[in-house]
Nanobody
Framework: VQLQASGGGLVQPGGSLRLSCAASGFNLDYYYVGWFRQAPGKEREGVSCFTGSYGVTYYADSVKGRFTISRDNAKNTVYLQMNSLKPEDTAVYYC?????????????????WGQGTLVTVSS
């Protein structure tokens, strides 16, 4: 049972990356799933999450209009498309799955979480 996050890397400002979060051993359909990030010296924050049924989503103000969360139920995978990346987006990105909704600022234990993938935005 695990979440596997991937897709991070080094990208120049203005560039794009797509993160993937693949679940194995459990069905993401039954959980609130989201992406979080933690930059050095800062607390973990919710970036984008599915808030419940019908595909309703939440985005942090800092990423609205630039990031898009999506899911492929057949692949049991959630994605985060990140466009127009900025240096302040540099962080380790984590995908998390919970039985109750949370997408806020500050660490909160999740039911399942991935190992994190590093995104570095720099010229």
């Amino acid at each position: 049972v695990q979440l596997q996050a991937s897709g991070g890397g080094l990208v120049q400002p203005g560039g794009s990356l797509r993160l993937s979060c693949a679940a194995s051993g459990f069905n993401l359909d039954y959980y609130y799933v989201g992406w979080f990030r933690q930059a050095p010296g800062k607390e973990r924050e919710g970036v984008s999450c599915f808030t419940g049924s019908y595909g309703v989503t939440y985005y942090a103000d800092s990423v609205k209009g630039r990031f898009t969360i999506s899911r492929d139920n057949a692949k049991n995978t959630v994605y985060l498309q990140m466009n127009s990346l900025k240096p302040e987006d540099t962080a380790v990105y984590y995908c998390e799955a919970r039985r109750s909704y949370y997408c806020g600022k500050g660490f909160k234990i999740a039911d399942y979480w991935g190992q994190g993938t590093l995104v570095t935005v720099s010229s």
